[in-house]
């Protein structure tokens, strides 16, 4: 290789760099974060904050709508309440953050981490998929598909493959989404809205899903050995021999079938 070609790939290189590096530091964004307050709020709007450890912050006074935040680590930060629409999310840290009543719509949360997290009343239609929710709180999340504002088409949430394991999703609305394969060991799904969900090769053992409506949900090859079927509607579910540990289940006798 001649210098030339050498120099030209260094600059390529550092070109690439600044390109994708983080608008701020650590230390700018918490400066931010105190100057601002609920009128004049931190501006981290459209901000690439790649990469960055931006764990144990109070976000709740700042605009991170449309923001980058790849990779970066949000771990026990406050972001309730927020919009954080258009966000790029992708492998990001939010395990035993507070999402509870956060909007987050069209965009990509795949391979994140939100175990333990609070999502609480949160508003999300978005891609989840192989991300770990595992022991996370969606009690009363609305991420069922608004059918009723569907302009580009049929706009859900995914959680294909995703670690649902222990969560509590009590009374939470999934409705219209997609939970092929699915982890929902010993979840709690008391009074939950599942009606039309893929949940084919869901694994759904020992979960709580009593009172829940699953309705014209897909259900071939899910595992319900031990869940709690007590008031369960079934109905529209097709053909119930392709689902596994049926027999297997509790309060059987009380689930609603056709």
């Known amino acids: 290789m001649n210098i030339r070609s050498m120099v030209s790939g260094l600059l390529a290189i550092s070109f690439c760099g600044a390109v994708f590096a983080a608008d701020l530091d650590r ?30 912050l109070d976000f709740r006074q700042a605009d991170l709508w449309g923001a980058d935040l790849r990779r970066a680590n949000f771990s026990r930060s406050n972001l309730s309440g927020l919009n954080l629409d258009l966000s790029v999310m992708t492998k990001i840290n939010l395990s035993g953050a507070d999402l509870s009543n956060t909007s987050i719509f069209g965009v990509s949360i795949m391979g994140a981490d939100l175990s333990h997290a609070n999502l609480a009343g949160s508003r999300i239609i978005a891609n989840l998929d192989k991300s770990d929710l595992s022991h996370a709180n969606l009690a009363h999340a609305k991420w069922g598909a608004d059918m009723k504002n569907q302009p580009m088409g049929l706009m859900r949430v995914s959680l294909n493959h995703v670690n649902l394991s222990g969560a509590d999703l009590s009374h939470a609305d999934l409705s219209r989404g997609l939970m092929r394969h699915a982890n929902l060991q010993g979840s709690r ?41 007590a008031g369960a509607r079934l109905t529209g579910i097709g053909n119930k021999s392709t689902i596994k540990g049926l027999d297997a289940a509790k309060n059987l006798q009380s689930a609603i079938f056709d």
């Open 27 to 56: 230390a700018e964004v918490e400066k931010r974060l105190a100057a601002a307050s609920k009128e004049r709020p931190a501006d981290l709007r459209r901000k690439n904050l790649t990469d960055l450890d931006l764990s144990g």
């Open 189 to 229: 799904l008391l009074n939950a809205v599942l009606s039309n969900v893929d949940l084919s090769g869901a694994d759904l053992t020992n979960a709580d899903l009593s009172g829940a409506d699953l309705s014209g949900s897909h259900l071939e090859d899910a595992d319900l050995t031990g869940a709690n079927l």
